[in-house]
């Protein structure tokens, strides 16, 4: 699932930037690139069943700090890559009359929607603040008759734009969201999720050594998306009795992290997760999480091949995989696992 999140994420959400750049598009274009994008993501097809997704796809498209996969909300991004600008009006050579924000960070259309409605496509899109303001020519835009709210707008407008002297000097186009004050479809996409609620254990999956796959696996278990133990509990369905403490208590304290180890008292698996990770000190704490993520990895898999391989359930296995494959991830350049010392690791023989 790993490398196809990663092609939904750089491959297939990027087809079609252009046109979102270009156009307005319509409900269902972004709909069916949806639904492309979410079959190949769960299950690698160009269409899928709503019960092989795990994960609500409005979930699935969040960024990774507010619990999604980072897949982009195409939508969303389509608002970013043409929202407009908050302008400071000087000669107005470079400012669109009727569809930038240089009103006291409005548009004429926030201002006068009925008004704006009259005018012609072709005018919101050529004329210039320079020149609309020159003997009220941006009052030719407008076409047919206005209603009384519309008169009632364009008496508005009219007050308003009187207020307002062109210089020599340029225009000046200012976005908020970010410090530098320049504009990037990024800070304009991350600006929609603004006051979103963050994903707690978000660091801990994500900034680890362990390869994505591990981290997508994670993500779900946090999630309860996956037929843990507990999960098959809670659901009345046949489950392992034995939970594998002594797994835990001999690989965390094979790296001094004693007071890490559950006990079966814990809430849950992610509580348990983020209480232990304020034991650890700062330097060591990725070391720790990249741990945890591949013990909890092994784990899954063994699980799996005692169920669908016929494999015998065997903690020696357990800890000579968990041996094998952290050594693994530091030949491939895991430093937060290289610098848990030799000797600590060697405890896991």
């Not at 796959?213 to 999960?231: M, Q, S, Y």
């Not at 952290?326 to 600590?344: E, I, K």
Request: proline letters at 3%.
């Amino acid at each position: 699932m790993a490398g196809r999140a990663t092609w939904v994420r750089f491959v297939i959400s990027a087809l079609p930037i252009h046109v979102l750049i270009a156009l307005n598009v319509p409900k269902w274009f972004i709909k069916a690139i949806n639904k492309i994008r979410r079959a190949f993501l769960w299950k690698g097809r160009r269409e899928v069943q709503g019960g092989c997704c795990l994960v609500a796809w409005e979930k699935v498209q969040r960024p990774l700090e507010l619990g999604g996969l980072g897949i982009l909300n195409l939508e969303i991004m389509g608002w970013a890559l043409q929202i407009a600008l908050q302008t400071t009006i000087g000669s107005g050579s470079t400012t669109k009359f009727w569809t930038d924000r240089w009103i006291n960070g409005n548009s004429i259309n926030d201002l006068a929607p009925t008004v704006f409605a009259a005018v012609l496509t072709r005018a919101r899109n050529i004329r210039l603040v320079a020149d609309a303001l020159v003997d009220h020519r941006w009052a030719h835009d407008i076409q047919g008759g206005l209603s009384l709210i519309g008169l009632y707008e364009l008496f508005q407008l009219t007050d308003i734009l009187s207020d307002f002297v062109l210089t020599q000097e340029d225009d000046t186009h200012i976005w908020r969201f970010n410090v530098s004050g320049q504009y990037t479809a990024k800070s304009a996409y991350l600006a929609f999720f603004n006051g979103a609620t963050t994903f707690e254990p978000w660091r801990r999956i994500w900034k680890t050594w362990a390869p994505a796959k591990c981290n997508i696996f994670l993500w779900l278990a946090v999630r309860n998306r996956c037929w843990t133990a507990d999960r098959l509990a809670r659901r009345n369905l046949p489950h392992p009795e034995r939970c594998l403490f002594y797994f835990w208590f001999r690989v965390l304290s094979s790296f001094g992290w004693k007071l890490c180890v559950p006990s079966r008292h814990e809430f849950s698996f992610s509580d348990w997760w983020r209480k232990s990770a304020k034991k650890i000190q700062k330097d060591k704490r990725k070391g720790f999480n990249t741990s945890v993520v591949l013990g909890a990895w092994i784990i899954w898999k063994h699980r799996n091949a005692c169920i669908f391989e016929g494999a015998r359930p065997s903690l020696d296995n357990l800890f000579q995989a968990f041996k094998d494959e952290h050594h693994l991830w530091c030949l491939a350049g895991a430093r937060s696992l290289n610098s848990l010392s030799a000797g600590q690791a060697s405890g896991l023989g």
